[in-house]
């Protein structure tokens, strides 16, 4: 699982301490300049490659606990059959053995900001000029009460892809048809804005074709959501009468789960749930806040030319974790992010030239076989925040055609991108 809650954390130092066959730290040259990255994710694996190929003078090293790294995105597509999980699961082999970056499968556990080093679950300590911080997202299970990663176990989130994603999908396979399918996406901000939505139409497309008397109910923490008009047009037209959507104004939100008996409790009804896929607020990921990088809200804010904390002029956080205003919290605006704060580290540690930052995001999701839908914007570092500069958005009502070279367009785009983040 990618994700590391705070019960895991101790054990995740145990379990690192004890993993013998884990390759000691490489020796870097002294004379180089060192950048350490916390988090091997697109944002993380992006920017060591970056800036491991902008320079041979910087000494590129990459903390990441997982030897490989399965993709959020497209794990929607996982569950609506479209995808295999080995199809979007990298390894970091290309990053080291072609780019030179120093992987090191550990967990950072502490920041020493004013000494300048990364302390690993290990012991080991790794000395930095520049840190990049992105570890992505922490599932805040106690906005729910009776949910945490025990809990999740029965009611996965699937918000971090890997075991949480094939448990969700072993969990529809084994439902009887007729059951009832709970989606319960999380209030905002939140990691993916359209994914829960996407993923209420991969689950119904599966439902359709292999149990067509179950129902989907989803249980928001909402009144609105991203390219809502878009999806609710691909319920009606591929799904009638499987999906209910309930917002937050009608049944207050969920407020507790019962993994036992698999009941769902909101402020007036509970639901009993054949499969119940619980999405929690979220925050970023616990290191952040170790290191004294977030706002009172979980976050971390950051310069919009440079994606440098606001707390460290020798920190970077960039992806999920960092407080982008206009941006989501996709992989593609971590991606983008990542090649703006490499930009700005390289003109740090070299004396090369800083662009004015740009940045760019696109979302695609699939509702149905051949049917694809986008949304996206081009921004820039504004006075004060992260601002859009362009933007679109696909239309109700267009072509099957050109639903089908949207839905195709997605395909591109991963290939494209997973290949720039891990080479
Ligand atoms: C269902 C779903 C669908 C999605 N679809 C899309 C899509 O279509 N397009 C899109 O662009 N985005 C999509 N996303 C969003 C996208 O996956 C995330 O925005 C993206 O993964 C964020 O990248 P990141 O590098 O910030 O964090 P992450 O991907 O979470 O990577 C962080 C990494 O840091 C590591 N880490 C954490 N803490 C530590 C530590 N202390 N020490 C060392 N390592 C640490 C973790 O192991 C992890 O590998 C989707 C997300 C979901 C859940």
Same mark, same amino acid.
């Given at each position: ?9 101790? *054990? ?38 970056y800036v491991a190929k902008g320079s041979k003078d910087v000494a590129v090293t990459l903390i ?37 970056? &120093? ?22 300590? +790794? ?10 997202? #922490? ?30 999908? =072993?969990?529809? #396979? ?48 909402? &009144? =609105? ?7 609710q047009e691909a319920w009606a037209s591929h799904y009638d009468g499987m999906i209910e959507w309930?917002?937050?104004?009608? *049944? ?24 119940? &896929? ?8 616990? +290191? ?13 804010? $950051? ?41 700005? $580290? ?6 090369? =030239? ?19 839908? =986008? ?17 679109? +958005?696909?239309?109700?009502? #267009? ?6 070279? *949207? ?7 991963y290939a494209g991108i997973t290949k720039d983040m891990f080479g």
């Amino acid at each position: 699982m990618t994700h590391i809650t705070r019960r895991r954390f101790g *054990t995740l130092l145990a379990s690192t301490a004890a993993a013998s066959t884990l390759a000691a730290p490489a020796v870097l040259s002294a004379a180089k300049m060192r950048l350490a990255i916390i988090g091997g994710g697109p944002g993380g694996a992006t920017a060591a490659r970056y800036v491991a190929k902008g320079s041979k003078d910087v000494a590129v090293t990459l903390i990441e606990p997982k030897h490989h790294f399965t993709t959020c995105f497209f794990s929607n597509l996982y569950l609506g059959g479209f995808r295999t999980l080995d199809s979007i699961t990298h390894s970091y082999g290309t990053l080291a053995a072609q780019y030179g970056v &120093n992987m090191v499968h550990d967990v950072a556990v502490d920041v020493d900001r004013a000494g300048k080093t990364v302390k690993l679950g290990r012991g080991t300590d +790794i000395g930095y000029d520049r840190l990049v911080v992105s570890p992505g997202i #922490e599932m805040r299970y106690d906005t729910i009460e009776g949910y945490s990663a025990e809990a999740s176990t029965a009611m996965p989130h699937a918000w971090q892809a890997g075991t949480q994603t094939a448990t969700l999908k =072993k969990q529809l #396979e084994a439902m009887d048809d007729g059951g009832v399918v709970v989606v319960a996406p999380p209030p905002n901000p939140f990691r993916c804005p359209p994914g829960p939505y996407e993923r209420i139409c991969m689950i119904a497309h599966y439902l359709k074709a292999n149990k067509p008397k179950s129902k989907i109910m989803v249980l928001d923490a909402k &009144n =609105k959501f991203s390219k809502q008009a878009l999806f609710q047009e691909a319920w009606a037209s591929h799904y009638d009468g499987m999906i209910e959507w309930l917002p937050e104004e009608v *049944t207050g939100g969920v407020k507790a789960v019962k993994a036992d008996s698999m009941e769902v409790v909101m402020d007036d009804e509970t639901v009993k749930a054949a499969v119940a &896929n619980v999405i929690p607020a979220q925050a970023a990921g616990i +290191i952040a806040k170790r290191a004294g990088l977030t706002n009172d809200g979980g976050w971390c804010p $950051i310069d919009p030319h440079s994606m440098r904390s606001k707390t460290d002029e020798n920190v970077f956080v960039i992806g999920d974790a960092s407080v982008a205003s206009a941006m989501p919290k996709s992989g593609f605006s971590a991606n983008s992010q990542a090649k703006v704060a490499a930009n700005a $580290i390289l003109a740090d540690l070299t004396g090369s =030239k800083k662009f004015p930052a740009k940045f760019r995001n696109t979302c695609w999701s699939l509702v149905a076989t051949n049917d694809g839908v =986008k949304v996206g914007a081009d921004y820039k570092g504004g006075d004060a925040k992260i601002e859009v500069t362009s933007k679109f +958005i696909s239309k109700t009502g #267009e072509a099957a055609d050109l639903r089908a070279q *949207t839905a195709e367009e997605a395909n591109g785009w991963y290939a494209g991108i997973t290949k720039d983040m891990f080479g």
